[in-house]
């Protein structure tokens, strides 16, 4: 079935501004409370926020194989079951109700009323009840990075690397939805004149600039998926900001891995793009050398090229712009991720969440945390306000936007904004 | 509230055989599906399955505050929410209705046959729907015994093992309950002679003899739990197998931890058994020596004395009880993994599951999985029908089970027996 969503020529009778992320060919999908208190599934055109559960039930989806409660569900992962082929149907559908040459809810007043919301009106959660969190390390030039900063620069890739899409196992319940703030977390951590660790607040909070993709249901324990069917499984993307917690980082992950550096809070953008928006925007990736075993060979494009960006902004101040990056830097693409993930016969399930890896690029300017933008702390960034940062402080918030562009439309995922809170204090913040 | 379940001079109208390991003092909880084909929340007596949504309906439970489909569920993971004040209530009524001197259902041979199965006419499921699952790492003689082989003799424990308990995160998706086979996974591994990594069947398929709690709702994200009230927040234990591909898992696991090596399957006795039952069992752990830092001090006893035992039985062929050892081993008890889980804020919830690490004892006949027993395939162990196993072969299959024992009661955990099939053939499996 054809795409007909993404053409490009087509205008919406609902205003989107020339630089929208949202215009009549992005069609996301996101989960959101009413202003009558209803939790919804949604879609969002230009500053328009769409309910789908009320245009279901008003008939607007008739023909298309859908249960009568498919958006009446406080997340997407039903619908995300259904399949490639319905999330088409749907926003094709969607496309053709608010195509500036269809007049059927344009001029139903009483419709439009029950079904249109301004952005202030909504609240947007979570889109997904997120089963498995899997974060990949695919970013050669981040791994590189890492590895000169706290291994060899001669050796800083692990012999791995090169072979396998490296990735560790996350935790669900600590996924929040951009605006939710962020606590700053306390740990073990070993100083580096210490000879016992110390407890207390962590010093070197960063973020992470990643994206994610939700899977649907992919496959049966013990069946792995080939790498060439792999984009069937994959539903769609949003930003991902993989908080982290350096000291605690250094001195617990040996040798299982990061933990509690990283499990005290991540946050996503909540509008889902679905991976059928972003087909205009496929590339070739890195050339991969030496070449992966068989079940990673891939034909064709697979990479994206989605413009990247971080800001900080402290509290009662203006935002500063750290770094800009791309997702097309990443060395291991999505359809080898998620078939290596499946190699082994595990299982992959609808509202799955699978990260990429901090995305850094080539140059000092597109790395993807602070720990590599200032180098452990060695090259501070200014604020507009005179104040250094060599982490993230207490106060500020961190923001991460993404857009894909060429000459005809351009595709956004919006923003995943948090702010760092002080560290929790029983006295105080017991609720 | 008391737990007058736990009364050791109780005895049930139902028939108990003296080494069963769920007399009336155990009242375990799980999931089944009955002869109607309907799943439901029970619980066991003897050799007798009760279905708890049968008695709920009938009104066995009245008085108790629960909603009317608690128990006609899929998972236990709402009775769970509802707290442990709730679950002593149901638990001490299930005492009082089975108890041998109530004569309400006993004679009511119509509830009888409503309510009653025998094992043969139910089929258990995985008895919650696990949310994350974390594994922990705290038995000392494990990870000394991994650093000996694998690292350095003289330096066995890393710098961070006696004051982290040292966990990470597991899959979820692919945790499953006892009597479901288990496939032996594909993937990477780097031969000691090879240059280049090779992919096929793992030849190194191995368990590790683990027991894991279940969580209820426990904290706000941001919000640590005390090391004092974490008890508060387990519901129970149950026996768990963490399959785990040792080839895979070298190539692996640098930097960031076991992956595929342990994602392919892991899986768990069906019957949940409450940490009320478990209070009679009650012991001191191992002296933790340096003394951890203050957020992991407790008071009293936190470990519990459940005696493990695991077998391997070749296809068509006997039992051989390969290991034996002890929950009380662990270094770290439940009381610490949690509050350390939570001390940075990480949200625990109603149906999180997390394992306790491989539990070796002190002796090499208690060691918790094949790679220590036969010390890396040195030491192979024989089978009575004179074959050797230094790992776990195609078609095996291996059992673990757990009781505690005093002089008046013995409480036990059943059974997780799983067989391990041949890798999985597209052209042969594929459905």
Redesign the interface.
């Known amino acids: 079935m054809s795409d007909t969503a993404n053409n490009p020529n087509r205008k919406s009778w609902l205003p989107v501004s020339p630089d929208s992320d949202f215009p009549i060919q992005n069609i996301p999908f996101g989960v959101f409370l009413t202003r009558d208190d209803v939790i919804t599934i949604g879609t969002r055109i230009g500053d328009t926020a769409i309910d789908l559960g009320a245009l279901h039930q008003l008939g607007y989806f008739d023909g298309i194989p859908l249960t009568d409660d498919i958006f009446l569900q406080d997340t997407l992962n039903d619908f995300i079951s259904d399949g490639k082929k319905t999330w088409r149907l749907v926003r094709n559908r969607i496309a053709e109700i608010f195509d500036a040459n269809n007049e059927t809810l344009k001029n139903h007043e009483e419709h439009c009323k029950i079904v249109l919301f301004s952005l202030d009106e909504i609240e947007m959660q979570l889109p997904v009840q997120i ?2 969190y899997t974060d990949f ?1 695919s970013s050669k030039e981040h791994a590189t990075n890492v590895g000169t900063m706290f291994r060899d620069p001669d050796n800083a890739l ?3 690397w090169l ?2 899409p ?9 996924i ?1 939805p951009s605006g939710i703030p ?2 700053r ?4 951590t ?1 100083p580096a004149d210490a000879k ?2 110390v ?1 207390g607040p962590s010093k070197l909070v960063d973020f992470e600039l990643e994206m994610a993709f939700i899977t649907t249901d992919a496959n ?5 998926i080939p790498v060439e069917e792999a984009e069937d499984y994959i539903f769609g993307m949003v930003l991902f900001n993989d908080w982290s ?1 350096r000291d ?1 980082q250094k ?10 550096a990283k ?3 991540s946050s996503i953008s909540p509008w889902i793009v679905t991976l059928d928006a972003l087909q205009p925007f496929k590339v070739e990736g890195p050339k991969q050398e ?1 070449e992966p ?3 990673l060979h891939f034909k064709g494009k697979k990479s994206y090229d989605i413009n990247l960006e971080v800001a900080i902004t402290p509290e009662n101040g203006e935002p500063v712009t750290v770094t800009k990056s791309n997702f097309k830097y990443m060395y291991w693409n999505m359809s080898q991720q998620l078939a ?2 499946t ?7 609808s509202g ?1 969440m699978m990260g990429s890896g901090t995305i850094s690029g080539p140059t000092p300017d597109s790395y993807g945390s602070m720990l590599e933008l200032t180098w452990k702390g060695e090259k501070p960034i200014k604020m507009k306000d005179g104040s250094e940062r060599k982490f993230i402080n207490d106060g500020d918030t961190v923001t991460m936007r993404g857009y894909c562009k060429n000459d005809k439309v351009r595709i956004g995922f919006g923003e995943v904004s948090n702010k760092l ?1 002080p560290p ?1 204090n029983p006295k105080k ?3």
């Open positions: 089963g498995d390390y692990l012999p791995n072979h396998i490296v990735g560790y196992h996350g935790r669900s319940s600590s929040v962020i606590r977390p306390k740990g073990q070993m016992e660790p407890f049966h324990l013990g069946e792995p917690a605690i001195w617990e992950y040996v040798p299982l891995g990061p933990f509690l499990n005290f809070a030496p075993l068989p079940y290596h993930h190699i082994n016969g595990c299982n992959v399930i799955d809170l929790f913040n017991k609720k």
